[in-house]
């Protein structure tokens, strides 16, 4: 069984295979490995893309390649689907693999095998809200129903790629397409799946400020009508 990250990848990228995360594919080659999007792997497959598409040879430029979409505007939630194509990466070691991965979609492998194994516990919307400070510290007063309609429209699948593993709270689970939920959880140990799903453990930066401008509509609305 792997033991760390590093064997891991080097278990999942076994010879003669194409394996996916997100939107990028990646596979083993005589002198190293290859990394593209899905959509050029599908246009072009995965023997003649070295011809075909513009390549890179460094592992931070992945960092660049995920940083706009196709049109040139900034991604800020490297999750979303709009990862741009037309592009080749080789790469000659599964360190720099695992670099580059974690450029497209940081910690995305490391987050679904600490899950698979037990070592991570989804933290519900509710805890979230209510531990932040600041300027968001309001977050913590939204309401059920707010919070049910901003999960369902800023976290669809058109939104983000991430499995939400979340609730809204202990009492109240979030109402998603089939997209957003994992189908099952894995036994301890598994190996790497042919398609590892980008898990999200707890809301991020943008939903939570997504909330807090929920919040703060409402508290404006009211105030205005009173």
């Not at 598409?53 to 430029?61: C, E, G």
């Not at 492998?109 to 510290?137: C, E, S, V």
């Not at 939570?208 to 404006?220: F, L, P, T």
């Amino acid at each position: 069984m792997p033991t760390s990250i590093i064997d891991s990848l080097a278990a999942w990228l076994k010879p003669g295979t194409v394996r996916r995360i997100g939107e990028v594919n990646i596979w083993k080659t005589t002198s190293g490995y290859r990394v593209c999007h899905t959509a050029d792997l599908v246009r072009f497959g995965p023997d003649s893309g070295a011809d075909a598409l513009p390549t890179h040879t460094l592992p931070i430029d992945a960092r660049q390649l995920a940083k706009l979409d196709a049109e040139r505007k900034f991604r800020p939630l490297k999750s979303a689907p709009n990862l741009s194509g037309d592009w080749l990466l080789e790469l000659p070691s599964i360190e720099a693999v695992r670099e580059a991965l974690d450029y497209f979609y940081p910690a995305g492998i490391a987050l679904w095998l600490r899950w698979a194994n037990g070592k991570i516990a989804p933290m519900h919307l509710r805890q979230t809200l209510n531990r932040q400070t600041g300027m968001y510290r309001v977050t913590g007063l939204i309401r059920d129903e707010e919070a049910t309609a901003l999960v369902q429209e800023a976290c669809a699948p058109e939104n983000c790629r991430r499995k939400i593993l979340w609730e809204i709270s202990e009492d109240l689970p979030v109402p998603l397409v089939r997209e957003k939920r994992l189908e099952a959880s894995p036994a301890p140990g598994v190996e790497l799946p042919e398609n590892v799903p980008l898990l999200c453990c707890e809301a991020c930066n943008i939903l939570v400020a997504a909330a807090r401008a929920v919040v703060k509509k409402r508290m404006a609305d009211e105030a205005a009508a009173s």
